[in-house]
């Protein structure tokens, strides 16, 4: 099973960007499906977004989509979360997840159904 540590979070203005990593220990980094899920103060933990085990495959939540991009280098067992223009109500803290998977596909969107994940990295977007 891996561990998952992120970096990268922060404060930044509204329209701004971040980038977040995700790194995995393990040999078995490829085998998962990577899941980028986020929890605001008082609100559920929401998807984000999802990456297939060899990363041709991305799937992302309405709310995000055409900011965000995640991305995946197995070699370096490291899963990223680009984010451009971001907004104050993407003030969250972010967490990675990963899903042993047998074939290929996307994660799935219920946070439920992760293995294991991360301890989180604060995002905070100010106005």
Do not use: H
């Amino acid at each position: 099973q891996v561990q998952l540590v992120e970096s990268g979070g922060g404060l930044v203005l509204a329209g701004g960007s971040l980038s977040l990593s995700c790194a995995a220990s393990g040999r078995t980094f490829s085998s998962y499906a990577m899941g980028w899920f986020r929890q605001a103060p008082g609100k559920e933990r929401e998807f984000v977004g999802t990456i297939s085990r060899g990363g041709g495959y991305t799937r992302y939540a309405d709310s995000v989509k055409g900011r965000f991009t995640i991305s995946r280098d197995n070699a370096k067992n490291t899963v990223y979360l680009q984010m451009n223009s971001l907004k104050p109500e993407d003030t969250a803290v972010y967490y990675c997840a990963a899903v042993l998977r047998p074939s290929y596909g996307l994660g799935p969107q219920s946070p439920e159904q992760y293995d294991t994940w991360g301890q989180g990295t604060q995002v905070t977007v100010s106005s």
